[in-house]
């Protein structure tokens, strides 16, 4: 059934690229999300054919999930940190058994400025076999805006990693 003003997505262009590397390499991969939700999750799984390399997701929005679901040490830079992130990485990528795992954290807004960490601050980390990448991005827009760039970034960070995976 359709409701009255629902669309079609477009399939994500990241979420098609990530298809066809996962693909060709024979990989696994995994997401832990904090400020993004299950967007993610999402651009990856409304690719036909995803479950495939997809293993699922855990969206880590609390504390409490980060540090006894993923195993995070959150006083290790702070909630919204690089190392946060690539401990969250780490972390899905262990309890979901995936090859690959990529992972958000950060200040979607309105609210949640820290001294130093604006609205806008995503710590995004990607993982695959040994090899760890993470960046610090500060996202200008609304919550929604920060949320889909933060999605965005993540999946090209998870992409450029892959890159150089042989």
Request: charged share 20%.
């Amino acid at each position: 059934m359709r409701y009255k003003g629902s669309e079609e997505r477009k399939f994500s262009t990241l979420g098609r690229r990530l298809k066809k590397v996962m693909v060709e390499k024979g990989l696994t991969v995994s997401a832990a999300e904090s400020l993004t939700g299950g967007t993610i999750a999402s651009m990856i799984a409304q690719i036909p054919g995803s479950s495939a390399y997809f293993k699922g997701s855990v969206t880590s929005y609390a504390v409490s999930v980060k540090e006894e679901v993923l195993g995070v040490d959150v006083n290790v830079g702070g909630v919204v940190s690089e190392s946060t992130a690539q401990q969250m990485a780490m972390g899905v990528a262990r309890l979901l058994k995936s090859d690959c795992a990529v992972a958000t954290t950060g200040i979607a807004g309105p609210g949640g400025a820290e001294p130093g960490k604006p609205v806008g601050t995503v710590c995004i980390a990607a993982i695959c076999k040994d090899q760890c990448v993470s960046s610090t991005y500060h996202f200008k827009g609304s919550r929604e805006a920060v949320i889909l760039q933060s999605a965005d970034a993540a999946l090209d960070l998870l992409l450029t990693l892959l890159q150089q995976i042989e």
